[in-house]
């Protein structure tokens, strides 16, 4: 167990909708990263938030959204949903050890799938 | 760009062989390197980080070497047990501490 948690831990619902996945870090940690893995494909990096403020982009798309809230949990909203955004979403948080390297630790992931 | 290269994509070992899973980064900035795994459905897992001031680190059957000056990185699993069977994404961090990963490796470890 990571210390990172995520739910729902599925969810299934229909094109055009809209969903919102939530992430908890380990105690202590500031940052939350959210990522998308599609079947066969490997880990896209798409938002990173710390202490609140957004930090860092990646490929996310404008119909996706995030935020990070006082408490420092996360949440991650979907919105317009098409077949194709079917996925796991991991959320990662990390503190931040000497020298400014972070090691990210995954929450267990969001199976989303859009029917 | 920020890139990542991971090698091979599919590795199939005998139990009690080793595997080396080869990744090489972009960003020469890039200062820490860990590795996941990854089994079917479930999160990826820390197994082993490298740091950009040490050239090797060890860790019971895995090992992982850096070379900067190549900007490569390996990952080495000694006696394989199926066990091990997994994808095993590397990655480098870059500035602001994002992750840019690997494509993954999956192994397969037949008994």
């Known amino acids: 167990d990571s210390g990172v948690t995520q739910t729902p831990k599925h969810l299934i619902t229909a094109t055009g909708q809209r969903v919102t996945l939530r992430c908890s870090p380990r105690?202590?940690?500031?940052?939350v990263y959210w990522y998308q893995q599609s079947l066969d494909q490997g880990l896209q990096f798409l938002i990173q938030?710390?202490?609140?403020?957004?930090?860092a982009k990646g490929n996310i798309l404008e119909r996706f959204s995030a935020q990070q809230f006082p408490d420092l949990h996360s949440e991650l909203n979907l919105s317009s949903l098409e077949l194709g955004d079917s996925a796991l979403y991991f959320c990662?948080?990390?503190?931040?050890?000497?020298?400014?390297?972070?090691?990210?630790?995954f929450g267990p992931g969001t199976r989303l799938l859009v029917l | 760009g920020e890139n990542v290269e991971q090698h091979p994509s599919t590795l199939s070992v005998q139990e009690g062989d080793s595997a080396v899973i080869k990744c090489t980064y972009s960003?020469?900035?890039?200062?820490?390197f860990p590795w996941y795994k990854q089994e079917l459905g479930k999160r990826p897992q820390l197994i082993i980080d490298?740091?950009?001031?040490?050239g090797e680190k060890k860790d019971q059957r895995i090992a992982v070497t850096l070379n900067k000056t190549a900007k490569h990185f390996s990952l080495h699993i000694t006696e394989t047990q199926p066990e091990d069977s997994a994808v095993y994404f590397c990655?480098?961090?870059?500035?602001?501490?994002?992750?840019?990963f690997g494509q993954g490796t999956e192994l397969s470890v037949k008994p």
């Open positions: 105690s202590g940690d500031l940052s």
């Open positions: 490298i740091r950009s001031n040490v």
């Open positions: 990662a948080s990390s503190g931040v050890l000497a020298g400014g390297e972070e090691t990210q630790y």
């Open positions: 990655a480098a961090i870059i500035q602001g501490g994002k992750l840019i």
């Open positions: 938030y710390y202490n609140g403020e957004e930090r």
């Open positions: 960003d020469s900035a890039s200062n820490y």
